[in-house]
């Protein structure tokens, strides 16, 4: 079975569009400080403006947020997914999805610790995401941790019975490689850009490269 796909960071209109008219089973918005920050005013209209039947869940993405400024942003949007993508603690999640009443992805950065870091949420998040973090930046900078330890994550995520997705400079030049690891799911933002907008023409390579990745392997 093909890995979960989700296409975050977008913000605009059309990058919504691109990512709800392809594969993605999540289509991410940021709502934390990036140069992808986006209001919960532009999200709500860029959401009805798409007429198509789009099956993708959408996830709105925050950087240490209160659980009240999570609750405040998203009342009123048709959000399926909270991504906790900062240092929030398992005490702090809870009363996020208390506020919500909304499942919680927390988003682990690869270090020593994240396996222990990972074994704190059980019970609470609906699955992970594990990214890198480089300086002060908390995602969305298109650097990659080391994908040998991906197997460990993926380990974790099926003991605890919720999916691990990958993410931090995935490409579609860099996927097929990834995929041999078996991810659940990955998530990408950067490597879909081009220009700083979501690229069609880059989305489809994605797709294409994670449906093909065994023929590469045979060569
Ligand atoms: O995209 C951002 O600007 C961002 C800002 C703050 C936290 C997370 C952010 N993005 C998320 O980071 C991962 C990996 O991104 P990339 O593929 O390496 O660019 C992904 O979940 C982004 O949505």
């Known amino acids: 079975m093909s890995p979960l796909l989700k296409l975050c960071g977008n913000h605009s ?11 993605a089973d999540y289509v991410g918005f940021v709502f934390a400080e990036s140069k992808r920050q986006v209001t919960r005013e532009q ?23 209160s659980a009240e400024q999570i609750a405040a942003t998203v009342d009123g949007l ?16 809870k009363e996020i999805k208390k506020q919500t009443g909304l499942p919680v992805w ?7 610790n994240a396996l222990q870091e990972m074994e ?7 699955g992970y995401v594990v990214d890198c973090k480089v300086g002060k930046q908390w ?11 991906v197997p460990r994550y993926i380990t974790e995520g099926r003991r605890q019975k919720v999916p691990v997705l990958i993410a931090g400079g995935i490409r579609p030049e860099n996927v097929g490689e990834l995929m041999r690891y078996q991810p659940d799911g990955i998530d990408v933002s950067s490597g879909i850009e081009q220009g700083g907008r979501k690229s069609r023409a880059l989305v489809e390579q994605l797709e294409e490269r994670m449906n ?8």
Request: hydrophobic share 35%; with cysteine; charged share 25%.
């Open 212 to 219: 093909n990745h065994g023929s590469d392997l045979s060569r």
């Open 139 to 149: 995602g969305g900078t298109g650097v990659s941790f080391d994908w040998n330890y």
């Open 78 to 93: 048709p959000i399926d997914i909270i991504q906790c993508h900062g240092a929030e603690t398992p005490e702090q999640v």
């Open 106 to 112: 927390k988003v682990i950065h690869h270090n020593e």
């Open 43 to 65: 999200v709500k209209e860029w959401l009805s403006r798409h007429h198509g039947k789009s099956r993708a869940k959408i996830v709105a993405l925050f950087v240490n947020a």
């Open 120 to 126: 704190a949420y059980e019970g609470i998040v609906s």
């Open 13 to 23: 209109y059309e990058d919504t569009e691109i990512a709800l008219l392809s594969r």
